[in-house]
């Protein structure tokens, strides 16, 4: 190849830092949000894309007077020093030469642009024959466009020659009509970087383009219009646990609906007391919220989130697991196949009890209003969490499979797939495995599993401490924590579900209690068709993973979309059973 590349972001590879804006306003960092940005308000570049020229988009919102002049885009000011009027650029050398004499003091033009306190918009914008004029009639007067829309009109022009048209809008203080009232001016489009080193123009001076952006502990909060934060900015979230307030064993609340249930982040009123969910969108939340100074008065009583919940005080870190780790890898991968086996069983339990949910269509809403909302609330919930313990299942396999690639353990004790007999419940405590309808029963067993610390999450307590030992890689240690960190959050969505449905009263159907959302759907006798092809089906899904776990390698990828395409199947397969009051007997393989 004859032609060097050149890169264009050498100010983003410099060894320090560059005299002028900050880093986060270089245009290859920013976001393309432009109301009016996050990293530097777009709109002071465009406000210099005329060369000698700096103009200001008013918003006809912004200004406090209704007279004609409101909006538009308005001449600040002349900027003969510009470097662009003298443009490394042959193409350009003639225009540049024009326009700087045109915009030369001693001329007609430079002079009337010059006037003090004189009134210059914008009137219109040409490029490549097309003509875009700035302004409307109303009652015979020209009116400029909201200054956002000129904005938005010059944002659109394409690096090149344009040619622009200023008109006075002002009545001189003698009295007497201006000499000059239009002007046309011919020139180009500014093109904002270098095109060597990629860095914003010279013209632009350090703290331009920061100059416009909101406060964004303060008024931004309140009035950015796009919903679209210069800061972290939570919409709802959930209260801190106070001091003094009921917990269960494993640490976590007491009232689970109240702690999971989202409130408004920006609400006025900060007491406990206030900690009713917020409302169904932004609108109707608005008048309970902080106001423009009461946010700059109180903001520092926004709390700090953590993981989605509030926190007033300060901060302390969870403590570090003291379990003792195990004496060598092959106790730790023994236990990472145990661990394997409670990963599938649960992903089965919670299968089996979402196909015994009632289809959102059929719900009985005569009777239940809120019920086919909550089913579908409580099916997309349930399925989202089975998934998880999908994935679980996979990242205790691939922590098995590192440990064999990295020769740390002995032998290969991969791939792990079996179910296990027994799940633990906390205090030490286990039962047996149960593939059973999502009962109120069910429910509270599912939560006690899920519970922090108490249950499943408990069980990697000393993996955790095993692989914080420098001699395992720190990627292992992280894998382990996500696991732990999903269990958490598995919890406070059995929580929310178990707040749903408990509006529901069931009806007597024997000695069962059957409520309305839910099939009494029993194991499906091992001579039903369907259940045959369902256990086949899984079966199959089980054959795929074990070739995607046995070594971990990339290039056995496509057995991996073979079995979710299998679970797909399995999934039409397990809504017809559920149809004739059955569930997959998952323990028959």
């Not at 239009?182 to 970087?193: C, D, K, P, S, Y």
């Not at 299968?351 to 609330?377: C, G, H, K, Q």
Request: charged content about 20%; some cysteine; aromatic content about 8%.
């Amino acid at each position: 190849m004859s032609e060097k590349i050149f890169p264009r972001n050498l100010t983003a590879r410099s060894a320090q830092m560059v005299v002028g804006n900050p880093v986060t306003t270089r245009l290859e960092s920013g976001v393309g949000n432009c109301y009016p940005g996050l990293e530097f308000d777009q709109r002071n570049l465009d406000r210099r894309f005329f060369p000698g020229l700096v103009f200001e988009f008013i918003s006809q919102s912004d200004s406090p007077s209704p007279d004609a002049f409101r909006g538009g885009a308005l001449l600040l000011a002349l900027n003969l020093r510009d470097p662009e009027l003298t443009p490394n650029n042959p193409e350009l050398e003639t225009v540049a030469i024009q326009l700087r004499e045109a915009l030369d003091t001693s001329n007609t033009a430079g002079q009337a642009l010059s006037i003090p306190n004189s009134k210059w918009y914008l009137q219109s914008l040409e490029q490549g024959g097309k003509l875009i004029p700035l302004f409307t009639i109303d009652n015979g007067k020209e009116v400029p466009l909201d200054g956002l829309l000129v904005w938005r009109l010059v944002r659109s022009l394409e690096p090149g020659l344009a040619n622009i048209k200023l008109k006075r809008r002002d009545t001189p203080s003698d009295g007497n009509p201006p000499s000059v009232t239009e002007i046309e001016l011919n020139g180009w489009r500014r093109v904002f970087v270098d095109p060597n080193s990629g860095a914003i123009g010279q013209i632009y001076q350090p703290g331009e383009l920061t100059q416009s952006l909101c406060s964004p502990w303060q008024h931004d909060f309140r009035d950015c219009a796009c919903f679209y934060w210069a800061s972290n900015h939570p919409d709802i979230v959930l209260g801190e646990d106070t001091l003094g307030e009921a917990t269960l064993p494993s640490g976590a609340s007491a009232d689970p609906e109240r702690a999971n249930t989202p409130i408004d982040w920006l609400r006025s009123d900060r007491s406990l007391a206030s900690r009713a969910g917020a409302v169904e969108s932004a609108r109707t939340d608005r008048p309970f919220q902080m106001d423009h100074y009461e946010i700059s008065q109180r903001w520092q009583e926004l709390a700090v989130v953590i993981e989605g919940k509030e926190i007033s005080q300060i901060y302390r870190a969870p403590s570090i697991d003291t379990a003792n780790p195990y004496a060598n890898p092959e106790e730790l991968a023994t236990k990472l196949v145990d661990l394997a086996g409670l990963e599938h069983v649960l992903c089965l339990e919670y299968l089996y009890a979402l196909y015994s949910l009632v289809a959102p269509t059929a719900a009985d809403v005569n009777t239940w209003p809120t019920l086919r909302d909550d089913l579908t609330f409580v099916s997309h919930e349930l399925l989202l969490i089975a998934v998880s313990e999908m994935r679980h299942l996979r990242w205790v396999n691939q922590l098995l499979w590192e440990l064999d690639h990295k020769v740390i353990t002995k032998q290969t004790y991969g791939p792990a797939l079996g179910v296990a007999e027994c799940i633990p419940v906390g205090n030490g405590q286990t039962r047996p495995r149960q593939l059973r309808p999502l009962t109120k029963m069910t429910l509270a067993d599912l939560i006690a599993v899920e519970s922090p610390s108490g249950g499943i999450d408990g069980q990697y307590a000393r993996v955790l401490a095993t692989l914080r030992q420098p001699e395992y890689p720190n990627s292992l240690y992280q894998l382990a924590g996500k696991i732990i960190a999903d269990g958490v959050e598995h919890f406070s969505k059995f929580s929310e579900i178990e707040t749903v449905l408990r509006i529901y009263q069931g009806e007597s159907a024997g000695t069962e209690i059957v409520p309305p959302y839910l099939k009494n759907v029993t194991p499906a006798p091992s001579d039903n068709p369907d259940a045959q092809q369902a256990i086949a089906t899984y079966q199959r899904v089980l054959d795929n993973l074990s070739s995607a776990y046995a070594n971990g390698d990339m290039e056995d990828a496509g057995y991996i979309v073979a079995a979710r395409q299998e679970m797909i199947g399995l999934q039409a397969i397990a809504k017809n059973l559920a149809n004739q009051g059955f569930g997959i007997s998952f323990f028959d393989i």
